[in-house]
């Protein structure tokens, strides 16, 4: 059986109670664009170290709430841009955006955020 986004974040309600997991889906929600703006930024003026450090609290933020996918693809970003490998950088930095706004409707209509 496939374990859904669903079944990880009722853990997290679980382990952190509802209220928290809400504030953290909040936070996550409000900074999440934040995060990949100052990445988008840090690639063009071709930083990988910044873009790198953006992409750190992007992963950490995104697997506290048990976004394994957006996890996977940021912390992928942050290894390559440690490894100062443009192209998977590049490839990967494509499928954030689009993993990020999924996430954030799943956040936001769950938790009934504006």
Not at 63 to 70: H, S, Y
Not at 98 to 114: D, E, G, S, T, W
Request: with cysteine.
């Amino acid at each position: 059986m496939t374990r859904t986004w669903v079944d990880a974040i009722a853990e997290c309600e679980a382990e952190h109670g509802v209220p928290a997991t809400t504030r953290m889906a909040k936070l996550f929600a409000d900074s999440s664009k934040t995060q990949l703006q100052a990445i988008d930024a840090a690639i063009a003026q071709n930083s990988l170290a910044t873009a790198r450090a953006s992409a750190h609290d992007l992963a950490a933020a995104a697997e506290a709430l048990r976004f394994t996918q957006l996890t996977q693809i940021a912390q992928g970003f942050e290894t390559a841009c440690a490894a100062n490998d443009r192209d998977t950088a590049m490839r990967l930095h494509k499928d954030l955006a689009p993993v990020i706004n999924i996430c954030v409707l799943q956040l936001r209509a769950r938790y009934k955020l504006a």
